[in-house]
């Protein structure tokens, strides 16, 4: 059974500087990852998705990495903003999709 | 373009009872997934349908079952109401599966008494 964690469960940082969220999966054989942002009593949005295939996505300021032998991806939030705050979560995909608990994101103005 | 839509927005049951929740795609989604999300156990997969077809399920009880309409909306039913099952409910949509971007609607928040 697929075991997803987020390490922190929550971080608080000062506007501006740049965020590293961490995502650890049990099993390595995936199709591929996704991480979305939730805000309180919100649906997810979808921010970058990773297939299996790739290293890294891009968008604006954030940057995603898959390394998937060592069951890993990491979200690179650059310049942090207000805006950012939310729970940030991964999901791995292999054949249904398996969520971490989320790292709740603070960014203080 | 108009987004996943969710109805109910808010729901309260009592035990024993049943719900049924609805879920609208995205125009030209086929593939359309739910979720249950508790403070304690995260969000958990419930099943997707494709094409009027269950393709996957998780691991939920047998009082959890869905189905997906020619349009591609789907509604996902639950019966025998228990305390537990409150949660919010998610459904999210793509074009064919799971392998692509999901994109998903407000949810269902549905309190059991």
């Known amino acids: 059974k697929q075991e997803v964690t987020q390490i922190p469960a929550a971080l608080s940082v000062p506007e501006g500087e740049n965020l590293v969220l961490n995502c650890s999966f049990t099993d390595s054989a995936i199709y591929n990852l996704q991480w979305f942002r939730q805000d309180p009593g919100k649906g997810l949005t979808s921010l970058l998705l990773?297939?299996?295939?790739?290293r890294e996505q891009t968008s604006g300021r954030l940057n995603a990495s898959l390394d998937k032998s060592s069951g890993r991806s990491t979200l690179y939030i650059a310049a942090s903003q207000p805006g950012d705050s939310a729970t940030y979560l991964c999901?791995?995909?292999?054949?249904?999709?398996?969520f971490g608990a989320g790292t709740t994101v603070t960014v203080r103005a | 373009k108009a987004g996943v839509t969710q109805t109910p927005r808010y729901l309260i049951k009592t035990r024993g009872q049943q719900v049924t929740l609805s879920c609208s795609p995205i125009?030209?989604?086929?593939?359309v997934s739910w979720y249950q999300q508790t403070p304690g156990q995260g969000l958990q997969f419930l099943f997707e349908?494709?094409?009027?077809?269950?393709?996957n399920k998780g691991n939920f009880p047998g009082r959890f079952s869905g189905r997906q309409f020619s349009n591609s909306r789907s509604e996902m039913n639950v019966s025998t109401l228990e305390l537990g099952d409150s949660a919010l409910y998610l459904c999210?949509?793509?074009?064919?599966?799971?392998?692509?971007?999901?994109?998903f609607g407000s949810g269902t928040q549905l309190s059991v008494l």
């Open positions: 349908y494709f094409s009027e077809t269950q393709r």
């Open positions: 125009s030209g989604h086929r593939s």
């Open positions: 990773i297939q299996s295939s790739q």
């Open positions: 999210a949509s793509s074009l064919e599966g799971s392998n692509e971007k999901l994109f």
């Open positions: 999901a791995v995909n292999d054949y249904k999709l398996s």
